[in-house]
């Protein structure tokens, strides 16, 4: 052979070497990142058998009623910032800075004085509420006031502010992270409750649902179901002033993506239009179970939908406040149980997932607790989660047999994506594809823990 020969078979013998251990290298760089899907009985897992057994003996511990009226106070802060920053809620929006206030956002607060103890409701116009603003608050909140008798919530409205999460999805849903913005939200829920503290009065409270189908919609399928029902809270002082706490379960993304204004979305034009109300001193919105459900406002857009689907829904309220049954308030209870979600299984393909040590690395690591609190005979349950409509109507059909009047509430301080119902789990969508992050069972497992607390409370009723 000559020269020449052995030069080229030598220069392709090297180039296949190269090219056999470059992909060999992405072999394995692919085995440490990626493997399967663990589809297993959820029943079978060590965080589902644990939980379970902490769970078997469950009791909310017995309080004797009140012989006196409780004591109700509320206060709101406003928390748009002095300049704009980067908005929350879209991945799409590319982290994208609002460019004007069309409506400013707030933190709003009730406090619950019972006797020497104080429990508190703090709902946020954010996206979530934030699990670093919580561990800020912990060394923050008035006192008598702690992260064990807080029960938190959020608005859910995807046009707020960010820069309060860490990690690179936190970063690309809600802005690079920055620890003065976290420090800025804490601040105004301490001055939002320091309010509140200081004008608390006896009071009466009522509840009612009302069904606005028409609103909404199952945005994940058509076969899905809704949750149809505004569900009101009435609380009124015995100085006459009178406060609403109202959940519903449609997504607040009336303002897509391509929006830039700072906006409360529906939630906030509800609040502000009720507050203008001759019938309401003050009100407070809780996002309820919005994973798979969206608005339905006969195609509008924007803030076109916004004021649609608001003034329906204000419109409601005050029309049914009058008909609310409202009885003495004498008994507050709160409690927050931990909650394992397991291993995480976020999604590649529909059979690959990265591994956990990826996933924290992406999405961080935050505890996670199932927060609940009862006022009189009306019992919150809060998940640290986007929590489907479609798993509803079971729990609260449960709660009604056990004489309680029950409000699911996501965003509650932690999060672990969207919650769907199982059936669904392998639909190439965006809630089951991409937000579902704890597998194929999340939905039945969540369930049965709640189920397990409501029937904690029944016990206490």
């Known amino acids: 052979m000559n020269n020449k020969g052995y030069l080229v078979r030598y220069f392709f013998i090297r180039v296949f070497r190269v090219i056999i251990i470059f992909f060999s290298l992405i072999f394995l760089l692919l085995l440490c990142l990626i493997t399967y899907i663990d589809r297993s009985d959820v029943t079978e897992t060590s965080a589902y058998q644990e939980t379970m057994k902490a769970l078997n003996n469950f009791k909310i511990e017995d309080k004797e009623t009140s012989n006196d009226t409780l004591k109700v106070g509320w206060g709101k802060v406003n928390f748009t910032p002095d300049s704009p920053v980067e908005l929350a809620g ?50 923050k909140l008035p006192q008598g006031i702690s992260l064990s008798n807080t029960y938190f919530s959020a608005t859910h409205t995807h046009s707020s502010i960010g820069h309060w999460q860490t990690g690179f999805v936190g970063e690309l849903f809600a802005g690079g992270f920055d620890p003065n913005m976290v420090d800025h939200i804490a601040n105004k829920v301490v001055q939002a409750l320091e309010i509140a503290v200081k004008n608390t009065e006896k009071a009466v409270i009522g509840y009612q649902k009302v069904e606005k189908r028409k609103l909404i919609k199952n945005r994940l399928t058509s076969k899905g179901v809704v949750d149809p029902w505004l569900r009101i809270i009435n609380i009124e002082k015995i100085t006459g002033e009178k406060a609403v706490i109202f959940s519903y379960a449609a997504h607040a993304t009336c303002l897509s993506y391509s929006f830039s204004k700072l906006s409360g979305d529906y939630p906030g034009q509800v609040v502000n239009d009720l507050e203008k109300e001759n019938q309401v001193d003050f009100a407070a919105y809780m996002a309820g179970a919005v994973a798979s459900m969206s608005t339905d406002a006969n195609g509008l857009r924007g803030f076109k939908r916004v004021d649609y689907v608001a003034k329906e829904l204000k419109n409601t309220i005050i029309n049914q406040l009058p008909t609310i049954k409202q009885e003495p308030l004498n008994q507050v209870i709160f409690n927050d149980f931990p909650f394992d ?83 669904w789990y392998d639909l190439n969508k965006y809630e089951t594809r991409t937000m579902n992050w704890y597998g194929a069972e999340i939905g039945q497992y969540f369930t049965e823990v709640i189920e397990k607390i409501i029937l904690g409370y029944a016990t206490n009723n």
């Not at 020497?116 to 060394?139: G, N, R, T």
């Not at 607790?369 to 609260?396: H, Q, Y």
Request: aromatic share 12%.
């Open 90 to 139: 879209y991945g799409a929006r590319k982290q994208k800075t609002y460019e004007v206030v069309h409506d400013s956002v707030f933190v709003r607060a009730f406090v619950f004085e019972q006797g020497e103890e104080l429990h508190a409701m703090v709902s946020a116009d954010l996206l979530i509420f934030p699990p670093e603003v919580i561990k800020v608050l912990e060394s």
């Open 341 to 423: 979600a397991g291993k995480p299984q976020f999604k590649v393909t529909e059979d690959l997932k990265v591994r956990g040590w990826v996933f924290n690395q992406l999405f961080g690591r935050n505890e996670m607790e199932i927060t609940s609190m009862k006022l009189g005979n009306i019992l919150f349950i809060g998940v640290p989660c986007d929590f489907s409509g479609e798993l509803v109507a079971p729990l609260e059909e449960l709660a009604a047999e056990k004489g309680l009047d029950l409000v699911i509430t996501s965003f509650n301080g932690g999060y672990a994506g969207y919650v769907t119902k199982d059936e």
